[in-house]
């Protein structure tokens, strides 16, 4: 592999490696910004995932249908857990950290029974009819980035699309700022009329959707199939991109970037035996985002009601 | 944030009649029953709905764990990583610090026995009376230097504990696999990503020939024990309250919660530490990838369904050993997947948060 192939493939490794982990994070800056923390995403996600490979699994018969099927699957499937994490965060007012383990142990355990049961342990896993890549006419043709940037699979380019949206719709409408008064101070756009909780219910549904397609991703386009635990950990890293990128959709792209970085040279460097181990690129991110948070690298100030339960008859 | 125990306070009043009775009856045992028989029955009906036989799945876990001598030991080995991590938690959550940590610090702890007895055991002489002792202190400082980076972040830079302890503990799973998988202690033979077992004067004797108990169960059911005291009999413990069940109140009575928060915070990272070391040396001689099956996020369900009381974590811990030693019998005999333990867990925190939950109580008093 010359040198152009192997930046070819980093750069695309990297945009691929980085999409799941942007349509979570984009769903977790809403919930955020309007003060809910969802730390339900990795379980989230995990269930999408199950639910994206079943709905493309029985959907077969269809094959030009039955990813897009997967994915329907895996964004409802995700509504309804973020349903059950609102029903008890926002109805009852229970603790946002506690809920959302209960949702990712929930998860975990309910995807591997669930599989288990319906394709057994034995064998290598049920494989699905997937998104495949395909070739941007005339743009993947460009020397040295086309192939990088425009030979993707259909759902990284509607992933990207919807960085500019969130942005919009989250700093340039009125529903945005509604959203984001929610998050920094709910008595104060309660006063004016909104229903606090009603917008962070709408917030948080949006934020399980993205996070089930986002987990729907990796069982439908990363690879065609489901294995119990295959997050791996990505929902965690969506909570940590989003805290790096600012709670800023366009900044959060940039951070998913870095991650998708640190997954592709994770995956070639322990491939090339180089003198450093991949596991550096791994740690990096989380060590950023702490530095971030700490203030070492531009302070970030999180949501002022972040966590905090709203009641609206005190 | 929201308070457990403050909560439990305002289910008083829904069981007043009873409570005027039998308080500490309906604290103590009533509800944490309810809890975990709803928590049960919610588990047996999804069990049902995917197919298979909730009693016959319950009997074969309750047999297993229970129904021998070798069956109660292996419970009680099991039990112990959840005892010590929730005691973590329990501390940390009874000073109002949200520490999601205690897996890093589980693994923190772990990593420093394993550097300890594959690396420094056989320079020094060969007797378990200095080399255990010293493995254990080393993985208390471990883990009490992992827990105060959240603190001291959060003390001086304002930063949401939730959120640095989830990232320290990714940035400790990469650790120990950068220190096992290619790294300094990766072992020997560079065959796997695991370490070289410990020295055998490192790890903890086994106290019978039938099963694998140890004496490290005794060291933490007698940690709760001192810690029971500490919280509820002594000035530190006192401190840990105030500022757990109000910070600006505990900082206007005279107690610096910056300061408390430093404290606590290490204790609760060298107690998840310690854990780990002696699960390390007591079961697992060597340090894998697959070291934790997570008990820092257990402890969590673990501390609340104990209602963050140390002696009452014992009973928890117990239980969630049970169900983890259960559930291989339930993946044996019957067929589901042994994870079913995460999902039962996660009924039980639900549950908790459902019967904690402010709003019912106050809505059904109102009536």
Redesign the interface.
């Known amino acids: 592999m010359n040198f152009i192939e192997l930046f070819e493939d980093i750069l695309a490794a990297t945009i691929r490696g980085a999409t799941p982990l942007l349509i979570a994070a984009l769903g977790e800056v809403v919930s955020q910004r309007a003060g809910v ?1 969802n ?1 339900g995403i990795e379980g989230m996600m995990l269930i999408g995932a199950l639910f994206g490979m079943l709905g493309s699994f029985y959907a077969s018969g269809l094959p030009f249908y039955a990813p897009w099927i997967g994915l329907l699957f895996a964004g409802v499937s995700g509504l309804v857990t973020a349903a059950l994490f609102a029903y ?1 965060a926002i ?5 946002q ?3 959302g ?6 998860a ?3 995807t ?6 319906l394709f057994g ?1 034995t064998g290598s896993p049920q494989s699905v009819v997937n998104f495949k890549e395909f070739d941007v006419p005339v743009l993947s043709q460009i020397p040295l980035l086309g192939k990088a940037f425009f030979s993707h699979n259909i759902i990284v380019f509607i992933a990207i699309l919807l960085v500019p949206c969130v942005y919009l719709f989250l700093f340039h409408t009125q529903q945005g700022l509604r959203i984001r008064a929610c998050g920094e101070h709910p008595k104060a756009i309660s006063t004016v009329g909104s229903n606090v909780s009603l917008l962070r219910t709408m917030c948080l549904l949006f934020a399980g959707t993205m996070a089930g397609i986002g987990g729907g991703y990796l069982s439908l386009a990363d690879v065609p199939y489901f294995i ?1 635990e295959m997050t791996a ?1 990505r929902g ?2 969506a ?2 991109i989003v ?1 790096f990128g600012k709670w800023h959709p366009m900044k959060v792209f940039g951070a998913a970037l870095l991650f998708g970085f640190g997954f592709a040279l994770d995956n070639r460097f322990q491939a090339s035996g180089l003198g450093i ?1 991949y ?2 690129f ?2 990096l991110p ?2 950023l ?2 530095a971030v ?3 070492f690298v531009g302070r970030a100030e ?1 949501p002022l009601a ?4 709203y009641n609206p008859s005190e | 944030m929201y308070n457990l125990p403050a909560s439990y306070q305002k289910g008083k009043l829904y069981y007043k009649k009873i409570l005027e009775k039998y308080p500490r009856l309906v604290q103590w045992v009533v509800v944490p029953m309810f809890i975990l028989s709803g928590a049960f029955i919610t588990n047996g009906l999804i069990i049902l709905l995917c197919g298979y036989n909730p009693i016959q799945a319950y009997s074969a876990a309750l047999n297993v764990s229970f129904g021998s001598i070798t069956g109660i030991g292996e419970t009680l080995v099991k039990s112990t990583p959840f005892l010590m991590t929730g005691l973590s938690v329990a501390i940390a959550f009874r000073c109002g610090i949200w520490n999601i940590g205690a897996e890093g610090q589980f693994l923190m702890g772990a990593l420093s026995a394993t550097w300890f007895g594959t690396k420094i055991a056989t320079l020094l002489p060969n007797t378990s009376w200095i080399a255990i002792p010293l493995c254990l202190t080393l993985a208390v400082l471990a883990g009490g230097i992992w827990g105060v980076i959240p603190a001291i972040l959060k003390v001086t830079r304002g930063v949401n504990e939730v959120i640095s302890t989830i990232m320290l503990n990714y940035i400790a799973i990469h650790f120990v696999s950068l220190m096992i998988d290619g790294g300094p202690l990766q072992e020997a033979s560079k065959t796997g990503p695991q370490s070289d077992p410990i020295a055998h004067w490192v790890s903890l004797p086994r106290l019978f020939d039938s099963h694998r108990v140890h004496p490290g169960i005794g060291i933490a059911v007698v940690l709760a024990i001192i810690l029971t005291f500490v919280l509820f009999r002594t000035t530190f413990g006192y401190q840990i309250r105030a500022v757990g069940e109000g910070a600006a109140a505990a900082e206007a009575a005279g107690f610096s919660v910056a300061h408390n928060t430093i404290r606590v915070f290490c204790l609760s990272g060298a107690l998840a530490a310690l854990g780990g070391a002696i699960e390390l040396m007591a079961l697992t001689p060597r340090l894998s990838d697959s070291f934790s099956p997570g008990y820092g996020y257990t402890a969590i369900a673990v501390a609340l369904l104990a209602k963050l009381h140390p002696l009452l974590t014992i009973a928890t811990a117990l239980l969630f050993g049970a169900l983890s030693k259960g559930s291989f019998a339930m993946e044996a005999e019957v067929g589901i997947s042994k994870q079913v333990t995460w999902m039962m867990q996660a009924i039980i925190l639900l549950f908790v948060i459902g019967l904690g939950s402010v709003q019912i109580f106050q809505k059904r008093t109102s009536k």
Do not use: S
């Open positions: 923390i730390i008890f109805k009852l007012r229970g603790d950290v506690v809920i383990t209960a949702i990712t142990l929930l975990l355990g309910l591997e029974v669930v599989y288990r049961r342990e119990p950990g965690f890293i909570l940590a805290i181990q596991q550096w791994l740690m989380f060590v985002g702490l948070l700490a203030g999180a972040l966590g905090k339960p």
